[in-house]
């Protein structure tokens, strides 16, 4: 199984997010997994707006010394216009995986 924190630890710190400041601006990136007829299962990366392009947060994951397996192809991350939050402020992590599978299916 693929550790989707460290792979959102990487991103987060690639793109300097603070988790310590208190608005929601520091959720920029999660990861999850959907269904892959051929892997078993796909990485999806959810992000914000973010500076960085998705080539150089593919490098940040590799240059981090993350296995290839950890590092999502270029065609598992897409941009939302925010990430969706329990009423505690934590990453839903079913709403999460929902928005993966409807941004997978347009694709």
Do not use: W
């Not at 310590?20 to 920029?28: P, V």
């Amino acid at each position: 199984m693929v550790p989707h924190l460290k792979i959102e630890e990487v991103l987060s710190a690639y793109l300097d997010a603070t988790p310590d400041d208190d608005s929601d601006d520091h959720l920029l990136v999660a990861v999850t997994a959907v269904p892959d007829q051929k892997k078993g299962e796909r990485l999806i990366v959810l992000h914000t707006s973010v500076p960085k392009t998705v080539d150089q947060m593919q490098q940040a994951l590799k240059d981090a010394g993350l296995p290839n397996m950890f590092v999502p192809s270029a065609d598992s991350f897409f941009q939302v216009d925010q990430l969706p939050l329990l009423g505690t402020g934590k990453l839903d992590l079913r709403g999460i995986k929902d928005m993966a599978l409807e941004n997978c299916q347009v694709s």
